[in-house]
């Protein structure tokens, strides 16, 4: 059994993934190098590049948190093609017309503000408690139901590498489906298109700039890019009486005069997890030792 290095108790690693990789195998790497539990907080396709946030410890439960936070996007988009998987992993068939650069143009502020998306197929969506992928795959008709997104910003940004494409760069919320986009911005033109590159850029706090490969990180390097916790929550430090301070370890609600919101809050200097003041009270919300 390998034996764990001295690494924090928890904190992120902000990998820039590269394309082919999953991000389960990313995941395992720094599980190994760490030698302690670790998850990714918000999956990225092995087509897809870039910002990987991989809780390291306790840190993983805080995915919850991070699912929901802005997310920015390079994407690549080919038209006049089609495939049920909607990239160019799946086959590909060179069907409907290439719009011009200035069509496309005109059809992405309609695709700003909150929308309705219908996720892929093949997907990680769930479905009678098996993924979309796994009933795609194995040709079971299935049906899902269109869920809200939003989306902050398209723009523009020109071809891209790949004949008769163009990159968009996206700024949105959550749960975004970027390929289901490619595909409604294609049929807002009358013709198909599959996503050819992604590249995620931004997620929440984690961004391209301050990512590490993840060939380079080693045992002996990797409490250097171990990001704390407590340094990538926005909130305020919670001060408590010594009175009542101690209840809260307990689960008990304690009265102050803080105003309603989220709070870190620690335990003789160490953070120690996540508060919430709700009409005047507070309550331990996650406890992360």
Request: proline letters at 4%.
């Amino acid at each position: 059994m390998k034996r764990p290095v001295n690494v924090r108790e928890f904190g992120f690693i902000n990998v820039d993934k590269e394309t082919g990789v999953s991000s389960s195998a990313i995941v395992n790497k720094i599980k190994w190098l760490s030698g302690v539990p670790c998850g990714h907080m918000g999956t990225l396709d092995p087509l897809a590049s870039g910002v990987l946030p991989v809780g390291v410890g306790n840190a993983t439960r805080l995915f919850d948190y991070f699912l929901e936070k802005k997310k920015e996007y390079v994407a690549e988009f080919t038209f006049g093609a089609y495939a049920d998987t909607l990239d160019t992993t799946g086959v590909v068939e060179y069907i409907g017309r290439v719009p011009t650069a200035s069509e496309v143009q005109k059809v992405l502020p309609s695709f700003e503000g909150k929308i309705l998306q219908m996720p892929p197929k093949y997907s990680a969506k769930n479905v009678n408690g098996r993924r979309g992928y796994e009933l795609a795959r194995a040709g079971v008709e299935f049906e899902l139901s269109p869920k809200e997104v939003e989306i902050y910003a398209l723009t523009f940004l020109g071809e891209g590498a790949t004949k008769n494409s163009y990159k968009i760069k996206v700024e949105c919320g959550g749960g975004t489906y970027i390929r289901s986009l490619g595909r409604d911005i294609a049929e807002a033109l009358s013709t198909h298109a599959v996503m050819s590159a992604l590249r995620r850029t931004k997620s929440g706090v984690f961004t391209i700039e301050k990512s590490v490969k993840i060939a380079d990180l080693t045992e002996e390097n990797i409490n250097e890019y171990l990001i704390p916790t407590e340094s990538v929550l926005p909130f305020e430090r919670l001060e408590l009486t010594a009175k009542n301070r101690a209840k809260i370890f307990d689960g008990v609600a304690i009265e102050t005069d803080a105003k309603d919101g989220q709070y870190k809050f620690y335990r003789e200097g160490v953070f120690y997890g996540i508060a919430t003041v709700e009409n005047g009270f507070a309550k331990l919300t996650k406890k992360l030792c």
